[in-house]
């Protein structure tokens, strides 16, 4: 058919559609003898990317180059982090230095370590531990990161499903939720969210603020993990939530954590969480039983390579230089193969790392695997609902940034004819 010609498939006949599903069917086999290698499964930066922030290796050369003011990077002490590092990232999420924790190269062991904590020791306003209570359960907006609902799994909590809308978590489906005592708290990624993309809304974010859970100890865990990183358009501010939380009478209940795991180099950057003061020194009284310090000569290097948010703003634009024309080419593919034929529906994020697709229902983990016998990898499909279980098995995560554009221009081409296959299948059998 040429694209003039193109039908919604809901609108062909019996006979279109047996044709339709021959043809499909016969690209499908021609791709699958090619057998590709492609990945679109998880968002890591690509080759390019880490190439262009490769100098930051070189920063710290000589032994002068160590040193904080008087601080020696290189010497245990600063559990908290170094000074200049914890006033970077304040810098970055716009609140104050001292409820920052300059960590090590990831921000996704300092979310698991506090869950950790909050069931081994509890938490600031924890009356037990929470392994010592039973029953309880964190929410987790839907479709959302897989890693966050594996981390509040691993310690036994009960994974509470919360729809995702154009405007973050459901709150009429949250704040009934947090009546319940045995509810600990939720999972947020407040901008670019993993993986629909979507920036909460100010009321969304006044309404998590306000929240009056029946749960002293209830914890928001506020992964700003896309925090500056557009890769379409300007920098769109986004406020500090934790003067918002002290605004609204909540200020132990957020945890807010980032890394530069998208901005230098994944896996050996540095991470941070932000809480109040009184959180702070509680959970110091904590870590200091863990470590003596995180590695501050990296935080060193970052402070000195990133300097301060208005230059990591002008980095983050390099990335989206490369970023970009890979988003792009996804979504010309699924303008031009799949709007016209009615089989899907998609975010546009103007950030982040994904792309959040939604076919048919049904037909989500069909076209997986039909992806994956081509040699095309996708996200598990499900992945992003708690327990792998998509409820409509509709969801798939699209992760553009790691192959070059042409391998990429490839595997969204084998995406469509999969997801085109899987729906065929169905209307023809
Ligand atoms: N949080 C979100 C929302 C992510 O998407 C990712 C990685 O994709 C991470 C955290 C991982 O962060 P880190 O590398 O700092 O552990």
């Known amino acids: 058919m040429s694209e003039l010609m193109i039908k919604p498939y809901s609108e062909l006949s019996g006979e ?24 679109m499964s998880r968002g890591k930066p690509s080759k390019q990317q880490l190439d262009m922030v490769s100098d930051i290796l070189t920063v710290l050369q000589k032994p002068e180059d160590c040193y904080d003011g008087k601080i020696d990077a290189r010497n245990y002490g600063n559990l908290d982090g170094l000074p200049c590092c914890r006033a970077y990232w304040a810098d970055v999420l716009g609140c104050k230095p001292e409820e920052v924790f300059a960590g090590g190269n990831s921000s996704l062991s300092l979310m698991y370590d506090i ?26 907006p839907s479709p959302g990161y897989d890693r966050h609902f594996a981390i509040t799994q691993t310690f036994g909590l009960e994974l509470v499903t919360i729809d995702m809308t154009e ?21 947020c990624v407040p901008k ?17 603020a306000s929240l009056k859970p029946a ?46 795991s998208k901005m230098t180099l994944p896996g050996a950057g540095i991470s941070c969480f932000a809480c109040s003061v009184d959180n702070m020194n509680y959970l110091k009284s904590l870590i200091t039983v863990q470590s003596i310090s995180y590695d501050k000569t990296n935080q060193l290097r970052h402070v000195k390579y990133l300097k301060d948010k208005e230059n990591s703003l002008a980095l983050m634009k390099k990335h989206a230089a490369i970023m970009s024309p890979k988003f792009h080419a996804v979504l010309d593919a699924l303008d031009s193969e799949i709007k016209p034929r009615g089989l899907g529906s998609w975010t546009v994020p103007k950030g982040g790392y994904f792309i959040s697709f939604d076919c048919p229902d049904g037909l989500a983990k069909r076209t997986w695997n039909l992806c994956k016998e081509a040699g095309v990898v996708m996200t ?18 699209i992760a553009h940034s790691l192959p ?12 469509c004819v999969c997801l085109r296959l899987a729906a065929l299948e169905k209307m023809v059998k």
């Open 167 to 187: 405007n973050g978590p459901d709150m009429d489906q949250v704040e009934e939720a947090v009546k319940d005592p045995k509810v600990k708290g939720i999972w």
């Open 380 to 397: 598990t499909a499900g992945a992003t609902f708690p327990y792998g279980k998509d409820p409509r098995d509709r969801t798939l995560r």
């Open 215 to 260: 749960a002293p100890d209830f914890t928001v865990m506020w992964d700003n993990a896309y925090s500056i990183h557009e890769f379409d358009g300007d920098y769109i501010p986004f406020p500090d939530i934790l003067g918002i939380a002290r605004e609204c009478g909540n200020p132990d209940m957020f945890y807010e954590f980032a890394s530069t």
């Open 115 to 140: 869950i950790s904590k909050a069931c081994t020791h509890g938490l600031l306003h924890s009356e037990k531990p929470w392994l010592k209570e039973e029953g309880l359960k964190f929410l987790c």
């Open 192 to 208: 670019y969210s993993n993986p629909t993309g979507i920036i909460y809304s100010e009321e969304t974010i006044k309404r998590i």
């Open 404 to 415: 070059p554009v042409e391998e990429l221009k490839e595997a969204i081409q084998v995406f």
């Open 16 to 39: 279109e559609a047996k044709a339709e599903y021959e043809a499909v069917e016969k690209k499908y086999q021609e791709i699958k003898a090619k057998g590709l290698k492609l990945d």
